[in-house]
T-cell receptor, first 111, second 114 residues
Framework: KQEVTQIPAALSVPEGENLVLNCSFT??????LQWFRQDPGKGLTSLLL?????REQTSGRLNASLDKSSGRSTLYIAASQPGDSATYLC??????????FGEGTQLTVNP | DTAVSQTPKYLVTQMGNDKSIKCEQN?????MYWYKQDSKKFLKIMFS???????INETVPNRFSPKSPDKAHLNLHINSLELGDSAVYFC?????????????FGEGSRLTVL
């Protein structure tokens, strides 16, 4: 059974810092990994999707890497801004259409 | 245009009642999902439909019954509501029947059972 863990559970940083969020998964037989952002009381917004054959994906100040063999992914956020404050969720796609989520990292960027 | 829309956004009801949540996607996707997010913010899949056909049915009580009248709609009906059903229910969709597609989520429906 796939298990996804995100570390840290919460993170508070000053504006402008570069930061890394971590995601690990127990079963390396994944099809893809997706990072989401969730604002309080809102739905999930897809940030980046990495297919199993890829090593990383970039979008603006975000860079996500994937090391399938070690069961790890990182989300790198450059030059963090208060607007980046949200919960970041990692999810892996295994068999069929099943997507397993981590519990998220709650990020606060202080001005 | 909202890609994945759910109604209602908020639902407050008494124990024992029956309620429905509706979901529609205008992305032309073949696969739709229902996820439940509990008070600890953990997201867990409940059901998945591909072209109106049920493909994932997690261990949820029989009181929960999904219905997909067409591939753009996936509704969730809940009978005999219990306190533990209080949660946020998210609808999502993804393209194709394969595994490579990106998931798009609705804004969620917050259900409170009193």
């Amino acid at each position: 059974k796939q298990e996804v863990t995100q570390i840290p559970a919460a993170l508070s940083v000053p504006e402008g810092e570069n930061l890394v969020l971590n995601c690990s998964f127990t079963d390396s037989a994944i099809y893809n990994l997706q990072w989401f952002r969730q604002d309080p009381g809102k739905g999930l917004t897809s940030l980046l999707l990495i297919q199993s054959s890829q090593r990383e994906q970039t979008s603006g100040r975000l860079n996500a890497s994937l090391d399938k063999s070690s069961g790890r992914s990182t989300l790198y956020i450059a030059a963090s801004q208060p607007g980046d404050s949200a919960t970041y969720l990692c999810a892996v796609r295994t068999s069929g259409s099943r997507l397993t989520f981590g519990e998220g990292t709650q990020l606060t960027v202080n001005p | 245009d909202t890609a994945v829309s759910q109604t209602p956004k908020y639902l407050v009801t008494q124990m024992g009642n029956d309620k429905s949540i509706k979901c529609e996607q205008n992305l032309g996707h073949d696969t739709m999902y229902w996820y439940k997010q509990d008070s600890k913010k953990f997201l867990k899949i409940m059901f998945s439909y591909n072209n109106k056909e049920l493909i994932i049915n997690e261990t949820v009580p029989n009181r929960f019954s999904p219905k997909s009248p067409d591939k753009a709609h996936l509704n969730l009906h809940i009978n005999s509501l219990e306190l533990g059903d209080s949660a946020v229910y998210f609808c999502a969709s993804s393209p194709g029947g394969g595994v490579a597609g990106e998931l798009f989520f609705g804004e969620g429906s917050r259900l409170t059972v009193l």
